[in-house]
């Protein structure tokens, strides 16, 4: 529509990527098709980087790990109904784990959706968005297409971050208007997430409590891995000197093998502190909410750092309220200590460093076996030797056992280098988050994906290949979902509903589309073939073999898992 002659026009495909490229959103992450396909083609001659994956839901986990790694709403794109319902439950993820995110998709004929009259892909997609996201907006006209996107970023990153949904009528992008008019519509979105000053009635107060505290305890979580406050959050537990334990994706906040980490204590440090300073992390289920035996039955007081007002009290109660962002709180709480801050008890920081000691001891031994084929303890031994060696590698985890086991053997010493499967626990991250940590950063990534996990999102190594990124995908093969042992109790054909394929190999589905693929039985094998795959940056599977007799159900969630009595035999 839009010819030579009509220079001094502009139109909706082009007012959609100059508003997103004032705001620094270069990126998009999705799948094309009806109606975006011309979107994409154009955004990338406009200069962006447009990477097409083979289902929206990696996309759409990519482009939430974008968010997380740069504090910037990650972009993904989608077509109506069907993919914009895939790359909706990456919405939902990111919403929940408190990543910024837009989703985009293009949606149909608006008059005809509300009669409900049968249009091609017909859905109320912003009505279905809304309850799973933390902003949701369409747009009609071009003129509004950048206060639209405005209010979408400020949406996304301002307070505690999110998924919002962004949803982009056929028929709008297809519209014209001057193009000088065009330009003053659109908006760069100033100090998009200001920061929020905690109220210096909760800093004392929160100084009281730690100062009488004689077992405190700071938990780090991933909104302070977040926060990139890194350097005043070190200050803060080096000069308070007390034990600090990392959650899942606050691994390497500090290395975990700094002298005050507490994480190979964490059984003892959750029932024996006193004080807790909960610094972006919530007292949801992965910290037993903050009751019930792992918490034990001594008296403790809570003192939370967190953006959003409403998570106070939660659970439990918070003692020493502390609302605004995590640099602004840190930096007000180590101002407020002083100089002369007295470091705990040396009897509680001694037995914590000395169950530390023993339990690393007592593991060291296992993570050092050599043994055919593979169990977790000596293929992750080797893993967490090349992490040591390469800490800037970004590591990738998802599965049962695969997740567990390497969470708590794999140390981590740079901040947000651990991502894995978040809040809700998903299995299908992988690749997407891959992906989306190897375009943002730049950075060799290291995927340890148990097999089935792998297989929620495999089809993306295809994405790896073409975009030639230096990944590695080690997949834990145990032949099945938690073991691959499981028989079908009725002797019938069918194996058992948690038993794949036995002895599949992964690598070739890599050789397939030009990737190295390698077949690993021992640890040495699997050392070896990660270390090639780093140095050289090629796009790599490594199929490593597990005993499938290894692992258990559920890895440590078993307890989760509601079990029949009567059908027990
Ligand atoms: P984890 O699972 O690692 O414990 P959660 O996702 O449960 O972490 O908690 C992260 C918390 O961090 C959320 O409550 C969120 O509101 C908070 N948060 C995220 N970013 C910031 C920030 N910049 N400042 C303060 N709090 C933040
Ligand atoms: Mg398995």
Redesign the pocket.
């Known amino acids: 529509m839009a010819d030579t002659a009509a220079e001094n026009l502009t139109d909706g495909f082009h007012l959609i990527i100059d508003a997103l490229k004032l705001n620094d959103l270069t990126t998009i992450y999705g799948v094309p098709g009806i109606p975006i396909t011309d979107f994409g083609r154009i955004a990338q001659a406009e200069g962006m980087r447009v990477l097409s994956f083979r289902h929206e839901q990696h996309a759409g986990y990519a482009a939430a790990i974008a968010g997380y790694l740069t504090?910037k709403p990650g972009i993904c794109l989608t077509v109506s109904a069907p993919g914009f319902l895939n790359g909706l439950t990456a919405l939902a993820h990111a919403t929940?784990?408190?990543f910024p995110m837009i989703l985009i998709s293009g949606s149909s004929e608006r008059e005809v959706v509300d009669l409900q009259q049968g249009d091609y892909e017909e859905m109320d997609q912003l009505a279905i968005a809304k309850p799973l996201c933390k902003a949701a907006f369409r747009v009609l006209h071009a003129q509004d297409i950048g206060i639209g996107i405005a209010r979408a970023i400020r949406a996304a990153v301002s307070?505690?971050?999110g998924g919002v949904y962004l949803d982009l009528p056929a028929k709008l992008f297809g519209q014209v208007m001057d193009a000088d008019a065009g330009a003053r519509s659109l908006v760069k979105v100033i100090d998009p997430?200001p920061r929020?000053i905690p109220a210096p009635d909760s800093i004392a107060r929160a100084i009281d409590l730690l100062k009488g505290a004689k077992r405190p305890l700071i938990?780090?979580?991933?909104?302070?891995?977040?926060?990139q406050?890194d350097d005043d959050i070190r200050t803060l537990v080096e000069k308070s000197g007390i034990p600090y334990l990392?959650?899942?994706?606050?691994k390497g906040l500090l290395p975990d093998t700094h002298p005050q980490s507490a994480g190979p204590a964490r059984s003892l440090v959750l029932k024996e502190a006193d004080v807790v300073v909960m610094?972006?992390?919530?007292l949801?289920w992965?910290?037993s909410h903050g009751k019930g035996k792992t918490w034990g039955d001594k008296p403790k007081s809570f003192i939370q750092?967190?953006?959003?007002p409403k998570?106070m009290d939660s659970n439990v109660e918070i003692a020493a309220p502390v609302v605004?962002?995590?640099?602004s709180?840190v930096t007000a709480l180590l101002d407020a200590m002083g100089d002369n801050w007295k470091a705990p008890p040396a009897e509680w920081t001694d037995a914590i460093t000395a169950k530390v000691e023993s339990n690393v001891a007592k593991m060291a031994p296992r993570l050092q076996n050599n043994n055919v084929p593979m169990d977790y303890h000596g293929a992750l031994g080797s893993l967490k030797t090349i992490i040591r060696e390469r800490p800037d590698v970004i590591l990738v985890n998802e599965g049962a056992n695969t997740l567990d086991f390497a969470r708590s053997i794999i140390d981590m010493y740079q901040p947000r280098k651990r991502l894995d499967v978040?809040?809700w626990g998903v299995m299908g991250i992988g690749m997407g988050q891959a992906i989306g940590a190897a375009v943002e950063t730049g950075k060799p990534v290291l995927a340890i994906e148990g097999d089935s996990a792998f297989g929620f999102s495999g089809m993306e190594i295809e994405t790896i290949c073409r975009y030639n990124l230096p990944i590695c995908v080690v997949v834990f093969n145990n032949n099945g979902i938690y073991r691959g042992t499981d028989v079908n109790p009725t002797g019938g054909s069918d194996v058992a509903p948690t038993v794949f394929v036995k002895d599949a190999r992964y690598d070739k589905m890599m050789e397939a589309f030009g990737g190295v693929g390698v077949y690993a039985t021992s640890p040495d094998d699997l050392s070896r073939a990660v270390n090639e795959a780093l140095n050289s940056g090629k796009p790599t599977l490594i199929n490593a073999v597990i005993d499938e007799n290894a692992g258990t159900e559920s890895g440590r969630i078993g307890n989760l898992n509601p079990q029949s009595v009567v059908s027990k035999k």
Request: with cysteine.
């Open positions: 504090k929940t784990n408190c307070g505690r971050p997430a929020q938990i780090f979580g991933k909104g302070a891995a977040y926060a406050a990392p959650m899942s994706m606050a610094i972006g992390a919530r949801n992965l910290l750092i967190d953006i959003e998570e605004g962002d995590i640099g709180c978040g809040t």
